[in-house]
């Protein structure tokens, strides 16, 4: 490994092969899924897991999750409910992570739960991580690939900017198609908004019957690790090294403006106001505005609905005091 920088390799058999090989031997390599990349290591073996919290400067208590390529050996691991099995059946492969009460022979390290007694897993929809478990045989374990906090990242020059010196590979497999993190969902509860909506998982229940933390009332998330339940839950997240400021309608000086809709701006997360567009394009300008000039950054607002929810879950974080 460069003393500064990761390999990137080009998805195909080869970056496949060297990635597996690298995974067997105890070590993580960065790699897409249908959300955003990430940092992937045998959830079985107690020091790769490490590896990948040292990697990260993640703090110990923040849980991971496990990606398996299907059902079946998601069932080796999980104990499911009806409920759970018919999310399941629904919606993977895809980008839906359920917490689900873990199995006492599951062999996953401990770590990875963060002492648990639940684990959080789901089945990726994309070929590249697909290719990885068929290559390793083994869960992999695998948040996402940037500096703990940081700007989560769609492309792999995300990854090697914000883990440079600290991962041996990234497979690049071009942008992610989804750009935020999976939906996750426990006990009905969704406890973060993703590409997958409430609309989508749970049509036809009332607020009052299946409710995000969002929707809830007075809840903040938690900060130094109390009440983590599931990954992506710290109150600061996803954040960019400069102040970010939300609803914007205008710049003010010294602020790169990020768009969206008829609010114009030095960049825009669609034009067009598709909050869909707006999702899969979030990160990417969010690396764009941390790397520009300009001293701080602002968002257009950003409407509360659809998947809207879980853009506005990630700005709020990204904009969280550290």
């Not at 071009?174 to 009905?188: C, H, L, R």
């Not at 400069?242 to 000086?253: S, V």
């Not at 509360?304 to 506005?312: D, R, T």
């Amino acid at each position: 490994m460069s003393p500064t920088n990761p390999r990137i390799l080009p998805y195909g058999a080869a970056a496949i092969a060297e990635a597996a090989a690298l995974i067997r031997a105890g070590g993580c390599v960065a790699a897409p899924t249908e959300t955003v990349y990430g940092l992937a290591a045998d959830a079985t073996d107690s020091r790769a897991v490490a590896g990948i919290y040292a990697a990260k400067g993640r703090p110990s208590f923040n849980p991971l999750i496990v990606h398996v390529p299907d059902f079946a050996a998601a069932e080796r691991i999980a104990v499911f409910d009806a409920a759970a099995r018919d999310l399941a059946t629904r919606f993977w492969p895809g980008p839906l992570t359920l917490v689900l009460p873990v199995r006492a022979d599951a062999g996953i390290a401990a770590l990875v739960t963060a002492g648990l007694d639940t684990i959080a897993i789901r089945v990726p929809d994309h070929r590249a991580m697909q290719a990885l478990l068929a290559a390793t045989g083994k869960p992999l374990a695998a948040p996402s690939a940037n500096a703990s906090g940081s700007i989560s990242p769609t492309r792999a020059a995300h990854v090697a900017a914000s883990l440079a010196g600290r991962i041996p590979l990234v497979i690049d497999d071009g942008a992610t198609p989804a750009g935020v993190e999976s939906t996750i969902v426990m006990d009905g509860r969704i406890l973060r908004p993703g590409p997958l909506t409430q609309a989508d998982l749970f049509p036809g229940e009332g607020r009052g019957q299946v409710a995000t933390q969002l929707e809830t009332g007075p809840r903040p998330p938690p900060g130094n690790g109390e009440g983590v339940t599931a990954p992506g839950q710290l109150a600061s997240h996803y954040a960019p090294a400069k102040p970010l400021r939300l609803g914007a309608m205008i710049g003010q000086k010294g602020e790169w403006l990020i768009g969206f809709g008829d609010v114009t701006g030095d960049d825009t997360l669609s034009a067009s106001g598709d909050l869909v567009e707006a999702a899969a394009n979030l990160f990417d300008a969010l690396h764009r505005a941390d790397a520009a000039p300009a001293a701080a950054i602002a968002v257009a607002p950003i409407p509360e609905s659809g998947i809207g929810v879980a853009i506005n879950d990630r700005l709020r974080r990204a904009a969280h005091p550290r």
